[in-house]
């Protein structure tokens, strides 16, 4: 899995929580980190697409993280993730920058995903996706990290 993201994500809260959970990937997300662009909102999101679509692998699945994605519960996420992992392309997430992601990135995005109606800082959505990796990861071995359902009174 390959994750491109706008931004550096540096030394501190969020980088050690993305970072606990993407060593326990199997195997390992590679992570691209893109330049935050300057300029109005539009000219910002232009560059930043540009950047994004140019670094996507060739070939691979392109899951667009995107507030208008469609959200989903953990189960649901680790059987997209099993049907993904088995096209034998790279399957590869996109996370935009503070302006949120181009129309043309999710235009060629091969599916959008949302980790909610909420808006999440950029730098967070990389530590929620790599725990929802990882969680999804663990259901399909049938590993208990993930509980199913609400615990009973």
Known sequence: MHLIAIGKLRGGPEYELFERYNTRLRPRMTVTELPQERGSALVIKRKEAAGLLNAV???????ALDLEGE???????AQHLDQWSRLARTVCFLIGGAE???A?????????????AMTWPHFLVRAMLAEQLYRAQSILRGHPYHRDGRPSE
């Open 57 to 63: 692998p060739k070939q691979a699945f392109v899951v």
């Open 71 to 77: 959200a989903l519960a953990s189960q649901a996420f």
């Open 100 to 102: 949120g992601l181009d």
């Open 104 to 116: 043309a990135v999710l235009r060629q995005a091969d599916y959008t995903l949302s980790l909610g």
